[in-house]
């Protein structure tokens, strides 16, 4: 059983920065896509970004320009660089890994934005 853990959530001020890392429990990220998804309270989880197996990467439209996802396979580390954040930022961030039909979850790491 593949474990991603999360780190790197906090509170932090609107317009600061944070970054996001996601480490394996196993070497999985060369063959896997790999992803944020966040859920803030009382909404659904959404996609925030995806990076595939070449680097090819997708951003939702709320977080394009100002977050950034990139991957070390040799680390089995997944990155989420957010910059310019705002108080609807505020989730809970969970990495992803996904090669159909399988599908790993981490348990989250709470971002707070808020003066």
């Known amino acids: 059983q593949v474990q991603l853990v999360e780190s790197g959530g906090g509170l932090v001020q609107p317009g600061r920065s944070l970054r996001l890392s996601c480490a394996a429990s196993e070497r999985i990220f060369s063959i896997y896509t790999m992803g944020w998804y966040r859920q803030a309270p009382g909404k659904q989880r959404e996609l925030v970004a995806i990076?595939?197996?070449?680097?090819?990467?997708r951003y939702a439209d709320s977080v394009k320009g100002r977050f950034t996802i990139s991957r070390d396979n040799a680390k089995n580390t997944v990155y989420l660089q957010m910059n310019s954040l705002k108080p609807e930022d505020t989730a809970i961030y969970y990495c992803n890994a996904y090669r159909s039909p399988i599908d790993y979850w981490g348990k989250g790491t709470l971002v707070t934005v808020s003066s």
């Open positions: 990076i595939t197996t070449v680097g090819s990467t």
